[in-house]
Each structure stands twice: as structure tokens, then as C-alpha cells.
């Protein structure tokens, strides 16, 4: 993380420093990960284990006020120090694979953070945030939604320069009642990016109304683009954020290869070969039926 001075985290509720301690190098919210020089922030019980974080190493503790408030007022004081590129992925389906895909063609080529496995919530974006380093060039964080105005309180403080929204599905109706409402959940995304940012989408009625800004540039993906490299994978659904995050990868001046590899979060895209010609195709987390019906397409078709 770019260092923080303990000054900035004070005002944010109870800190326990060590004497020596004027700054932190990182933030957890799980003691067991803390490493030498982290914050740790105390959210729901976790005031029962500052103790145990400073044993480990931490810098400070801090017992927020509101958990959730510091979170964001850490990532933000983060990501105004940083010069790293920030892509933010939201979705109905396929944040997460297209996270991986992305940064399977960053990685290569510019020091690449991306959130672990789906860290996509107002705690885990931050988290994220808090992981850019003074050299990072480009962050890719996913921003998940249970309701409207989710995404635009993730953005204020991600500050995007590229948003990409996977799709717009029939999810989370019992939140938001609409699919018209999930996609003005999503298009909040295309609402935060600053003056010259860039908007990567798929060809979708739906977030034509959320595009009209002049002031950034808007790319829509076609279900027919052809990729510019042979993939590790052939489902559709994952071919449709093949394209997507191709398309970031070009916008960032990142060299498209001839084959990509892409090691998914886990629970994702995972192909077994059982005894007697036997294929499990694993591909179960946190589904909802537009992913299973999907998952079940690339059954079918194998």
C-alpha cells in the first residue's frame, strides 16, 4: 500500500499505535493476514483481536466510528496518492471472470493488482484500493451491488478511469424490482468515470440512455467481435468477457498475445477429468440462474 500517515486515520475513530509507529504500509480487517506495518481496522467483532494484530506485526489498530465510512475514507486517501490506472468491472453476470481475463493480459506487461477472488463489496474494494503500491500501473477492481446507489458509493472513492459493465440481467430483482433499475444500478458506474474516461459495454438497449455523455468515450462491444488471441477456454459466456476485457487491454496500450491463459478465481471454469472418460465441470460459485443457464449451455455443447 502507499503509505499512510497515522495523522489521516485518527480522526476516524479509536487508533492503538505502536510508539514508534507514524505511518502504515497496509490494511487488513483479518488479524491472521496482518503482516509487519499493516492497519488493521476493526470491523464487526474484530475489536476482540487488535491484540493479536499488533502481535503480529501491525502498525496500528483502528476501532472505527463506522466501519464502512473508514473503509472508503482509507482506500480514497490511497487512491488520490496514486498514478495507477483504475478499471472498474461491474455486471449482472461475469465481473469476477472478466476480472481474471483481464488481468491475465495486464500482468504481463504493467505491474497488475486485481481484487481477490470476487472482494467486490464495501469492504473488499477497499481492500483492493489499499493494495496499490507506489508503482502500480494498473488496478482492476470489480464493484458488486445490492441495491441502487451501491456502485455510485464504490466509485467515490475507486475513482475509475475505465468502467466496464459485463451485462444486464434479470438479478437481484428483489432488491431493485427491474431489470430497467438493475441497469441504471449499473450504468451509476458510467455516471462516476471523471471527464475523458472510457466506457466499455456490450451492445445493450437497456444502458443506451446512460451513454449519452459527451464528455467520455463510450465503446460498444459487439456479440460478434472476433478475439485477437486464441483463449485457454471456449464457453460462450466466457468468450463475451474475453471481448470486453480485451478491449480495456488495447484502450491501456497492453500488447494483445497470440494465446492467453487464464487461471479463474476459484469455483469458476473448473474442468475435471473423472475415471471412464467422466467430465465435471465445476462453475457453481454464488450462481444465479443467467449464470447457470449459461454453465449449462457450455454443458450442452460439450
Same mark, same amino acid.
Given at each position: 500500500?502507499?503509505?499512510?500517515? =497515522? *495523522? ?15 505511518? !502504515?504500509?497496509?490494511?487488513?480487517? &483479518? ?5 509487519? @506495518? *499493516? ?8 475489536? *476482540? +483481536? ?7 506485526? $501491525? ?6 466510528? &463506522? ?24 455486471? %449482472?453476470?461475469? #465481473? ?8 491475465? =493480459? ?25 493494495? /496499490? ?7 482492476? %477492481? ?5 441495491? =441502487? ?7 467515490? +472513492? ?10 444486464? @440481467?434479470?438479478?437481484? =430483482?428483489?432488491?431493485?424490482?427491474? /431489470? ?5 444500478? #449499473?450504468?451509476?458506474? /458510467? ?6 474516461? !472510457?466506457?466499455? !459495454? ?26 485477437? +488471441?486464441?483463449?485457454? +477456454? ?10 470486453? $476485457? ?6 491501456? $496500450?497492453?500488447?494483445?498475445? #497470440? ?6 478465481? #476459484? ?9 471412464? *472418460? ?12 443467467? %449464470? ?11
Amino acid at each position: 500500500m502507499i503509505p499512510l500517515e =497515522l *495523522d489521516l486515520i485518527e480522526p476516524l475513530g479509536r487508533v492503538v499505535a505502536r510508539p514508534w509507529a507514524d505511518v !502504515v504500509t497496509g490494511m487488513q480487517v &483479518d488479524s491472521r493476514r496482518i503482516e509487519e @506495518g *499493516d492497519l488493521f481496522v476493526a470491523v464487526g467483532g474484530g475489536e *476482540d +483481536f487488535v491484540a493479536h494484530a499488533l502481535a503480529r506485526g $501491525a502498525s496500528a489498530a483502528l476501532v472505527p466510528a &463506522d466501519a464502512v465510512a473508514a473503509l472508503a475514507a482509507i482506500a480514497g486517501a490511497v487512491r488520490e496518492r496514486s498514478k495507477a490506472r483504475i478499471v472498474a468491472i461491474t455486471g %449482472s453476470t461475469g #465481473k469476477t471472470s472478466t476480472k481474471d481475463i483481464l488481468f491475465a =493480459l495486464c500482468a504481463p506487461h504493467r505491474r497488475t493488482i486485481a481484487n481477490e477472488e470476487n472482494f467486490n463489496t464495501e469492504i473488499g474494494v477497499p481492500l483492493t484500493i489499499c493494495r /496499490i503500491e507506489d508503482d502500480t500501473e494498473v488496478c482492476i %477492481s470489480e464493484l458488486g451491488m445490492r441495491g =441502487l446507489g451501491q456502485i455510485a458509493w464504490l466509485a467515490s +472513492f475507486v475513482q475509475p478511469d475505465v468502467g466496464v459493465i459485463t451485462n444486464v @440481467g434479470p438479478v437481484h =430483482l428483489e432488491l431493485v424490482e427491474t /431489470i430497467e433499475n438493475v441497469a441504471r444500478a #449499473k450504468a451509476e458506474l /458510467i455516471e462516476a468515470l471523471p471527464a475523458g474516461g !472510457v466506457a466499455i !459495454v456490450p451492445e445493450e438497449p437497456l444502458l443506451e440512455p446512460y451513454l449519452q455523455r459527451s464528455d467520455i468515450f463510450v465503446k460498444r462491444i459487439a456479440a460478434d467481435t472476433p478475439l485477437a +488471441f486464441e483463449p485457454s +477456454f471456449t464457453a460462450r459466456h466466457q468468450l463475451a468477457n474475453a471481448r470486453l $476485457a480485451s478491449a480495456v487491454a488495447e484502450y491501456l $496500450a497492453v500488447p494483445l498475445p #497470440k494465446t492467453l491463459t487464464v487461471e479463474f478465481s #476459484k469455483l469458476r471454469e473448473e474442468e475435471r477429468v473423472l475415471p471412464g *472418460d467422466g467430465l465435471l465441470l465445476n462453475d457453481c460459485y454464488n450462481a444465479n440462474p443467467v %449464470s447457470m443457464r449459461a454453465a449449462l449451455e457450455h454443458l450442452a455443447e460439450q
